[in-house]
């Protein structure tokens, strides 16, 4: 999906497919709270807090979805199972 699609989704606070993940199946956004929802494959839901939307697009653009989580979102932002 071109940048410019993965903007449109995020922007409008759709949910959004993780393609080649082995881990995420997918991620939504809410910009009023900067809370980011992450879906796992195996079922688990879980909201971060307070995760700024610069590095949900810098997580949009990188090159292992699962890696820029695990070093940049997973242990740095308080988080609750959902």
Do not use: C
């Not at 993780?18 to 881990?23: D, E, I, K």
């Not at 939307?53 to 810098?58: F, H, K, Q, T």
Request: a positive charge; glycine letters at 8%; zero cysteines.
């Amino acid at each position: 999906m071109p940048l410019a699609d993965y903007a449109a989704v995020l922007y409008a606070g759709m949910t959004y497919p993780t393609a080649g993940s082995s881990a995420i199946r997918s991620f939504k956004y809410d910009y009023a709270s900067n809370t980011l929802i992450v879906n796992f494959l195996k079922g688990q839901s879980y909201a971060y807090d307070g995760v700024p939307v610069d590095v949900v697009e810098a997580w949009i653009q990188s090159g292992s979805r699962g890696r820029f989580f695990v070093g940049n979102i997973r242990n740095v932002y308080a988080y609750h199972r959902l």
